[in-house]
């Protein structure tokens, strides 16, 4: 069931604003009512900043939960940081950009030891040193049906390997012309398989310890970087509410809007006859953007999440939770048979 909704509007003394939203907020039964979604600079600033930590959280969470899923392994030791939230955060981040970089160069790297395997063990400046001695080297690949005998007459040919259905070879020459075969030239490359190996074992160490690091940091870090996040959605809460926070009396009266449960007013009451906050109540009005808050039994409760995949209903809507869930596990134990059946 959708639960009732009741319509607050506080007066408060200006001074003592700030305090009074503290306050409401540790009770935490009250939604404001948005009069605006448009935010000033900091705001947009903060919304960012938040972004960033919700994603590097979530990643921290990820890396934590394969960490401990290692029993045997020994987690790295935490490093000294000294930073804040905010410091953790962009150290997280940056972190993973060069773990996806570095990966991303390892798999370049075996690409190319692949690829220049073929040609076998060379030397790149043994190559450039005879370019410069009027010694020209070439390398070409062609098929074995376009591959002639008679270009091994015409021109200093050496066949290098042989992978059906192509044939790998070189040619020597004293001039930088290109020779008149049907077959494709194959540019030098600026670093021979030994280089290329040699360069993929760093960035294969250098991997390890990135990773490292972020594991260390996640398992050693992720309360400082909740507290972050925490923070910054409570400061966007408190511009949010002051953007949306009307002024009477040259500015001395602050008035907001709210809307509590029903059902869950007593604690607000309280705080508001014992602080002397003047505030009246009012009937939800179904033109307004009121809250949405359901209440269903233990059974009905599970099958929430299912709805709000699509969308809540409406304040003045039925909520057919209670009345989709037993149909929704009826024919979910169909599919199961279906599938029984199946095998």
């Known amino acids: ?84 939230g905010e410091k953790i955060v962009e150290k997280i981040l940056s972190l993973r950009d060069k773990k996806e970089w570095l990966k991303l160069h390892y798999h370049h790297l075996e690409k190319q030891i692949k690829s220049q395997s073929v040609w076998g063990i060379f030397s790149v400046e043994t190559i450039k040193k005879l370019a410069e001695n009027k010694v020209y080297i070439r390398l070409f ?61 760093q960035t294969k160490a250098e991997l390890a310890e990135v990773e490292n690091e972020l594991i260390a940091l996640s398992v050693g870090q992720i309360e400082a970087v909740e507290h972050h996040l925490l923070e910054i959605e409570q400061s966007i809460d408190l511009h949010k509410v002051i953007g949306n926070t009307k002024t009477a009396v040259d500015d001395h009266v602050k008035i907001l809007e709210a809307y509590a449960p029903v059902d869950e007013t007593k604690a607000l009451e309280d705080y508001l006859d014992k602080n002397n906050i003047a505030w009246i109540t009012e009937k939800a009005d179904p033109d307004d953007r009121i809250p949405i808050k359901q209440k269903n039994n233990r059974f009905a409760k599970l099958y929430e999440p299912v709805g709000k995949l699509f969308s809540l209903p409406s304040y003045t809507e039925m909520d057919l939770t209670p009345f989709f869930a037993p149909f929704f596990m009826m024919f979910f134990g169909f599919c199961l048979g279906d599938l029984g059946y199946g095998l």
Request: aromatic share 10%.
């Open 141 to 201: 690949v062609a098929s074995e049906k376009k591959f002639s005998p008679e270009w091994t007459d015409r021109f200093n040919i050496f066949v290098i390997n042989t992978i059906s259905p192509l044939i790998y070879f070189a040619l020597v020459s004293e001039t930088d012309e290109v020779p008149d075969i049907d077959a494709e030239e194959i540019k030098i490359p600026e670093e021979s398989v030994s280089q290329l190996k040699i360069h993929q074992q």
């Open 1 to 84: 069931m959708i639960v009732p909704m009741v319509k607050y509007t506080f007066l408060a003394y200006h001074q003592d604003y700030k305090d009074f939203l503290n306050d409401i907020r540790n009770i935490g039964v009250l939604d404001i009512v948005e009069k605006t979604r448009e935010y000033g600079a900091e705001v947009r600033e903060q919304l960012d900043q938040l972004k960033q930590a919700r994603q590097a959280l979530q990643f921290m969470n990820k890396l934590k939960e394969e960490a401990l899923k290692k029993k045997d392994a020994a987690f790295p030791a935490v490093p000294e940081f000294a930073g804040t």
